[in-house]
């Protein structure tokens, strides 16, 4: 219920990119229905490509921006042990 209760799209992604659990906000912003995003969606397909946690500063978090159709988002990416990361989604 937290989860769900962020409005920024927030998403657990393995390294490669499938997307392990999405909150409410996410599978809205991405055009999926919520029981469908875990393991089908690359978030590539839903935001596209996305650094990797670190690949753009020396912090544990990455901060870039993506543009999706007509909608910007300040994206913050953080390392998350053992699955890959966890990206939220603030629009700008």
Same mark, same amino acid.
């Given at each position: ?16 990119? /499938? @997307? +392990? ?10 055009? @999926?229905?919520?029981?469908?995003? &875990?393991?089908? +969606? &690359? ?5 596209? /490509? ?10 544990? /978090? ?12 300040? @994206?913050?990416?953080? &390392?998350?042990? /053992? +699955?890959?990361? @966890?990206? +939220?989604?603030? &629009?700008?």
């Amino acid at each position: 219920a937290c989860f769900d209760a962020i409005s920024d799209p927030l998403a657990i992604v393995k390294e490669d990119g /499938e @997307v +392990v659990r999405g909150n409410s906000a996410f599978a809205k912003s991405a055009g @999926v229905l919520i029981n469908r995003l &875990p393991g089908l +969606v &690359p978030i590539r397909d839903a935001f596209g /490509e996305l650094p990797a946690p670190g690949a753009v500063s020396d912090a544990d /978090e990455t901060v870039s921006e993506v543009q999706r159709g007509d909608r910007a988002w300040l @994206v913050r990416t953080f &390392p998350f042990p /053992e +699955v890959g990361a @966890v990206t +939220v989604f603030h &629009p700008m």
